[in-house]
């Protein structure tokens, strides 16, 4: 089984500030992670992904994760938010037999 | 295509009627996934296709939904007898493959309202 729990539904920063949206998952084999991302009336678009190698994978936008298989966390980060990255964000796992489990998702506000 | 082509884009159906939805995934893709985006939450897996295998069915909600697949392309989701609860955006994805888990590219969506 997988699953996929991301703490906070809507997150708020000031601009410039430092974003950290939070992902802890469940996996029954080593998983493939994903952050996705998703502006208002868009569809999703891939922020990054980790499969196997560097635990710290780094994305579009800035954004980079890090893999914590102690911590079975994937947590999202960004030095300094700019206005743009307000967006929902979604993170998800899979055991690369099944279709992606994505979690609830993380809505991001960003103040000026 | 270049992208994942969703149709409608939006539909508004009355209670208990039939809809059918489309996805065409990027060519070539063998895998293809259909989501459901309800206000206020996440992304619940429904029907996953992948190559000529079986699909997976075990996030479908009800046996009012069902999906088909022709020819390892265009996948269609029909929805019967449609409940006001069914209203919500429906995401078709696409990947090349699914066991070396390379991108999913998503849909722009079908926005679906009962009423």
């Known amino acids: 089984a997988q699953s996929v729990t991301q703490l906070g539904s809507h997150v708020s920063v000031s601009e410039g500030a430092l974003v950290l949206l939070r992902c802890n998952y469940s996996?029954?084999?080593?998983?493939?992670l994903f952050w996705y991302v998703q502006y208002p009336n868009q569809g999703l678009q891939l922020l990054l992904k980790?499969?196997?190698?560097?635990?710290l994978v780094k994305g579009i936008n800035g954004f980079e994760a890090e893999f914590k298989k102690s911590e079975t966390s994937f947590h999202l980060t960004k030095p300094s938010a700019h206005m743009s990255d307000a967006a929902e964000y979604f993170c998800a796992v899979s055991d690369r037999k099944r279709a992606l489990t994505f979690g609830s998702g993380t809505r991001l506000q960003v103040q000026p | 295509g270049a992208g994942v082509s969703q149709s409608p884009s939006n539909k508004v159906t009355e209670k208990g009627k039939d809809v059918e939805l489309r996805c065409d995934p990027i060519s070539g893709h063998t895998a293809l996934y259909w989501y459901r985006q309800s206000l206020g939450q996440g992304l619940e897996f429904l029907i996953y296709?992948?190559?000529?295998?079986?699909?997976?069915k075990s996030g479908l909600p009800s046996d009012r939904f069902s999906a088909e697949r022709t020819g390892g392309s265009v996948s269609t989701l029909t929805i019967q007898r449609t409940q006001q609860e069914d209203s919500a955006v429906y995401l078709c994805?696409?990947?090349?493959?699914?066991?070396?888990?390379?991108?999913?590219?998503f849909g722009q969506g079908t926005r679906l309202t009962v009423v």
């Open positions: 296709f992948q190559g000529n295998s079986a699909p997976d």
């Open positions: 994805a696409s990947s090349l493959d699914p066991g070396s888990y390379t991108e999913a590219f």
């Open positions: 996996s029954s084999v080593p998983p493939y």
């Open positions: 980790y499969t196997t190698g560097a635990t």
